[in-house]
């Protein structure tokens, strides 16, 4: 097992692999020492972060998914962290994570706790991370091409990742795309992923999601090649250990979501609500349901972190992470625990990029995070999408992975 070629690519980036019972590979994972949420954002609790505290036990570090979730082939349908395979797609959050278990002993999803530890890291370092965002580049770094699209000489398009400038004047279309017209396009330099997607979009004719890894520097978080990839982009990802009820904020303890055989079913005693304190940045974890607790709201022109929901008719509505607001009056203090999530921003300061939605509807609704394949601008650490029930499955919802030591 030690002598496999992803055990040499893991040591030389300081990474850890997990091994399943057959010793095929169940992922690669990173590992992020223990820190205080104050070290992480100046403000936040003289504390552990969340993220380090399972069971009541704190962990001297965590072992999070380099990779989103796919299938490796060998791994008889378990969803595994590995370079250059297919992100998972169109599965549910449960049957997610049913198949990321399955990888091996102590391996479940990745969790709120987890990723609001990453995105206040990321805050802290200042790391900006691209990704899959505009069909196989990051919209920053490329206009997609599209069928239908009148194009000038010198207009520059992206396509499967590469860059291309067109060379003759034209209408875009299927049998003039870049790749397979070398008279209408100079190819230039890549930007962008691999995909290997069997379905293609209409309109850009290309693939959705792109392999594990094989996008530039910049799609790794903190433009390390040890670090996270793919954070950002191709799919969004389940978010375990959060939910919304009724438009109420429910949350399992802690990091308690990261114990494998934590219940995260619609119906677990482990969920809790969060009763903000009335004079400080404290809070209580106490039953859902309960009078006070931390509820989205909408005010009829923006998204407030507020202790009630006025309207459960609404609808879908989003703004910008970073523009996020309380309610002045019935929420003086927001709790710190959505700040350590990286539920709400953190301060005027935060300028975390990401669109956040909420459906203002009666029900359960499960968040996924990140960004996807043409989400652009909306990407980001700060994106969450709170759309749809735990069930919803769709070619932009897949899954990260994460181990006990």
């Not at 860059?163 to 209408?184: F, G, N, Q, V, W």
């Not at 594990?212 to 990802?237: F, H, K, M, Q, R």
Request: aromatic residues 10%; glycine residues 12%; hydrophobic residues 35%.
């Amino acid at each position: 097992m030690n002598n496999s070629p992803l055990e040499f690519l893991a040591k030389k980036y300081g990474n850890v692999v997990k091994y399943d019972a057959a010793g095929n590979v169940a992922g690669i994972y990173v590992k992020f020492q223990k820190m205080k949420s104050s070290d992480l954002v100046a403000g936040l609790p003289e504390r552990t972060h969340p993220a380090f505290i399972i069971n009541g036990v704190e962990q001297d570090y965590i072992l999070l998914g380099k990779y989103k979730a796919g299938e490796n082939g060998v791994s008889g349908g378990a969803l595994v962290s590995a370079p250059n395979i297919m992100p998972a797609r169109s599965l549910g959050a449960d049957q997610c994570l049913s198949r990321m278990k399955a990888a091996g002993t102590g391996i479940t999803g990745m969790t709120v706790a987890d990723y609001g530890f990453i995105k206040l890291l990321a805050q802290k370092e200042g790391w900006v991370p691209k990704g899959n965002t505009y069909w196989g580049q990051s919209h920053k770094d490329a206009t997609a091409w599209e069928v239908g699209k009148a194009l000038t000489v010198g207009a520059v398009r992206g396509y499967e990742g590469w860059r291309y400038e067109c060379l003759i004047a034209h209408t875009t279309a299927a049998e003039l795309k870049p790749d397979i017209a070398p008279t209408y396009w100079k190819k230039l330099n890549f930007v962008g992923g691999v995909s290997q997607d069997t379905g293609k979009d209409a309109n850009t004719q290309t693939g959705y999601r792109t392999l594990n890894g094989t996008g530039p520097l910049d799609w790794y978080l903190g433009n390390d090649p040890g670090n996270l990839a793919d954070i950002i982009g191709s799919s969004l990802e389940q978010q375990y250990g959060y939910r919304i009820v009724d438009c109420e904020l429910q949350i399992l303890e802690d990091n308690n979501a990261a114990d494998p055989s934590a219940d995260l079913s619609a119906t677990s005693a482990a969920w809790k609500a969060i009763l903000p304190n009335a004079s400080d940045d404290g809070y209580t974890l106490v039953a859902p349901g309960t009078a006070g607790t931390l509820h989205w709201n909408w005010t009829g022109t923006a998204i407030q972190l507020d202790t009630q929901c006025d309207d459960l008719t609404v609808g879908s509505k989003g703004q910008s992470f970073k523009t996020l607001t309380a309610h002045a009056e019935r929420l003086p203090y927001v709790p710190s625990i959505v700040k350590e999530l990286g539920l709400f921003p953190t301060g005027s300061g935060d300028n975390t990029e990401g669109y956040y939605y909420v459906n203002f509807v009666a029900g359960e609704r499960f968040p996924r995070r990140g960004g996807y394949y043409y989400l652009t601008s909306s990407a980001g650490l700060g994106s969450v999408h709170a759309y749809y029930e735990r069930g919803y499955a769709a070619t932009n919802y897949g899954c990260r992975p994460r181990s006990l030591p």
